[in-house]
């Protein structure tokens, strides 16, 4: 008899973007006149910049020639764009990094879910609350979670980001082996200074933990003072993966690709206590069970490194950190409290009402779809995640709705 994997029924019924999909398709069929404006997922709307599209153009022309053509690529990904990578995201920036660390994929939602695989079963893992949903269901999904009750797992470690910390995690009070920090932060768009991240990467040495460092929006970093990456701390070489994507830096959330960084340096222990290169092992499961990204998708990605590329992304960063500016003055100008879309697209923002019941507020009296904070975990009950990925005469046009629902909304 064929039977399932007993963990799937222990995930909440719906995976947070599908339900929201799900309850605003209810809203239009029941309204279909209403003319909606998306601020819930963070899907780009800017299309890909000329050097990108340029770039992608000539290579899938490379492939229909017999002479330039090209079948599987090289398992890690091409070096062509590893180095690159390696030298402007990293070296430029004071971080050692070699193209041989870098591992290209077609996403960081993949990527920061499918690392666990290298992972014993029985480890103790800290996720922060608010969270991106993908790192806990995929840890239940692998079992990892034990079963979920009064609105946690009774497996995991919650690390609680709430105004009170600024929203950037507290160290654990309990042992921990394995920790997920996501800084600019998805959902509250917080920010972690050098001295925080070096506080963490000193406590993750210190017990032997790991930290998976998801830094998918970096581009949005502004504040020269803010690291990018984690490798710019010293020692983070012996304890840190990181996972970036040029989903929100270059507009690939439909063309994918990504890549994770995986130093040398970085172990993981056997029961015998023998040391393994993570990287080794992150290799050889990328080998096994995935094909690489596709040539022009590569070549693609590589362009985001010419100086045209670097440019064009910048204005693509820029605009949506414009939108994020209204956003957050506006709302903030109606006396709600927001944190983030100052180094990201993100905007935190307090109800002072069940999140859920905000969002089919919002959704019914201004037409707004925006992301309820109860979706992320429990101290995101309260908030709702505005996102700036929109045109801005569709921002101006959410914000002057909001603005005249505001008598409904309790501001
Ligand atoms: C989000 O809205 O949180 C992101 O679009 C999710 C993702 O990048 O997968």
């Not at 929201?20 to 899907?43: C, E, K, N, T, Y």
């Not at 022309?61 to 090289?74: M, N, R």
């Not at 779809?369 to 921002?395: D, I, L, Q, W």
Request: hydrophobic content about 40%; aromatic content about 10%.
């Amino acid at each position: 008899m064929i039977r399932i994997n007993e963990n799937y029924p222990k995930l909440s019924s719906s995976y947070l973007f599908s339900e929201v999909s799900r309850r605003v398709a209810a809203f239009q069929a029941s309204h279909p006149g209403a003319q909606l404006i998306r601020m819930g997922i963070g899907d780009v709307t800017l299309p890909l910049p000329p050097s990108v599209v340029s770039a992608f153009r000539d290579a899938v022309q490379e492939l229909a020639a017999e002479d330039t053509f090209h079948g599987y690529g090289p398992d890690l990904g091409y070096d062509f764009l590893r180095g690159p990578i390696a030298e402007i995201d990293y070296r430029a920036r004071g971080a050692d990094i070699d193209p041989g660390e870098i591992v290209i994929s077609d996403g960081s939602k993949c990527d920061t879910a499918n690392i666990q695989e290298i992972f014993a079963h029985d480890l103790h893992i800290a996720i922060p609350d608010p969270v991106y949903p993908v790192y806990v269901d995929t840890n239940v999904m692998a079992g990892r979670t034990g079963s979920f009750r009064d609105g946690r797992y009774g497996g995991l470690i919650y690390l609680d980001s709430t105004e009170e910390n600024g929203f950037v995690p507290d160290l654990p009070k309990s042992r921990v082996d394995l920790v997920y920090l996501c800084f600019p932060n998805n959902p509250t768009g917080a920010t972690i200074t050098r001295e925080q991240l070096a506080a963490w990467v000193d406590y993750a040495r210190k017990s032997k933990a790991l930290i998976l460092y998801d830094a998918a929006y970096v581009a949005f970093i502004r504040d020269p003072s803010l690291p990018r990456s984690i490798f710019e701390i010293p020692g983070a070489r012996e304890c840190a993966i990181e996972f970036r994507s040029f989903s929100k830096t270059a507009g690939f959330t439909g063309t994918r690709c990504a890549f994770t960084v995986v130093p040398r340096d970085c172990k993981a222990w056997d029961s015998a206590g023998g040391a393994h290169s993570l990287l080794d092992l992150w290799s050889r499961r990328q080998a096994t069970k995935f094909n690489g990204v596709s040539y022009p998708v590569q070549r693609a990605a590589a362009a985001v490194y010419t100086p045209e590329g670097q440019e064009e992304t910048k204005a693509l960063s820029d605009y949506y950190l414009g939108n994020a500016k209204i956003i957050r003055e506006k709302l903030g100008g109606l006396g709600f409290a927001c944190t983030g879309g100052e180094n990201s697209p993100y905007i935190w923002v307090k109800t002072d009402m069940e999140s859920w019941k905000f969002f089919d507020l919002l959704l019914e009296k201004a037409g707004v779809v925006v992301t309820p904070g109860a979706g992320f975990g429990m101290c995101g009950e309260g908030y709702v995640r505005v996102s700036a990925f929109n045109k801005k005469e569709n921002v101006q046009k959410a914000m002057q709705k909001i603005a005249g629902a505001a008598k409904d909304l309790a501001v």
